[in-house]
């Protein structure tokens, strides 16, 4: 088949992707924002608009901004922590250590359990080891915090790894061979060999863990429901709870519209700033 007949029929291909596109994606989100500037409704044919009012009323939410303050700290710590610890892991069984296959199936099987079971697992565990001291994980916002932080790093570490595995082994071995002629010392080789090829890497898992750390919403919900009152409460819960009354949906769609338009813009200035630093091989 010729390039021009593969041009000209090009469109059967495309065309069904495209719009299911459009359906699935495009046209449910653009009804979201019209519904961020709607009173009450339960569904859009009856949703009247009322102009900025839902998103004054969601910057007003002091429950909202608490959320807000909550999610970007367990961001930015579960971040640090999974990055670091994946990236160790993976430097770890990289190095020619016996039962490394089995060590990356073990690492990354977390990864295959939902969210809601996770929660609910873990609520267990961590129940049971503060049934000894009389408390449990609901009784303090730090224990949720923490709790939630051992959660993800239990689940995520593992997929991480596995991208930062492949990223090592894609290091040209004739720069690390030359960096140790020249006399360059482990350390030496890690900070400035192997980290800068691996920052396609980095950028990945950066990305993926800034962005899920943002979005969590089943673990959230299992393990500690945003108790104790509403202090371990997330972003992606608080505009869930938002849609339980009539009332409070079209605030809630508003929240859930600055929820996409903050994540999205973490993103992309993430990834444009990771990708600068990015060595060209």
Not at 263 to 272: D, E, K, M, N, R
């Amino acid at each position: 088949m010729t390039r021009r007949s593969m041009r000209r029929w090009s469109w059967l291909f495309i065309g069904p992707v495209f719009a299911a596109f459009i359906i699935g994606f495009i046209w449910p989100f653009a009804q979201g924002i019209y519904l961020s500037f709607c009173g009450k409704f339960n569904t859009i044919s009856n949703a009247k608009f009322q102009g900025f009012t839902n998103y004054i009323n969601a910057f007003q939410d002091a429950t909202f901004g608490h959320a807000f303050w909550f999610t970007a700290l367990f961001a930015i710590v579960s971040v640090i922590l999974i990055n670091l610890l994946a990236f160790a892991a993976a430097y770890a069984l990289t190095q020619g250590v016996k039962g490394s296959n089995l060590f990356r199936t073990v690492f990354f099987m977390p990864n295959l359990i939902g969210g809601i079971v996770l929660g609910y697992l873990w609520s267990m565990i961590f129940d049971g080891i503060l049934s000894i001291y009389k408390t449990s994980i609901l009784a303090k916002a730090e224990y949720g915090f923490w709790g939630l932080i051992i959660l993800l790093l239990w689940q995520q570490v593992g997929y991480m790894m596995i991208i930062y595995i492949a990223g090592l082994q894609a290091v040209p071995e004739d720069m690390i061979e030359a960096a140790k002629i020249d006399g360059a010392t482990k350390s030496q080789t890690l900070f400035r060999v192997i980290i800068p090829n691996v920052m396609p890497s980095i950028t990945i898992c950066t990305f993926l863990t800034l962005t899920n750390g943002f979005k969590l919403y089943d673990q959230n919900l299992a393990l500690t429901g945003g108790q104790p009152f509403r202090q371990t409460e997330m972003l992606a819960l608080n505009i869930s709870n938002g849609y339980s009354a009539v009332n409070t949906r079209g605030v809630a769609q508003a929240k859930a519209v600055i929820f996409f338009i903050l994540v999205a813009t973490l993103g992309i200035a993430q990834l444009v700033s990771t990708r600068n630093k990015e060595v060209q091989q």
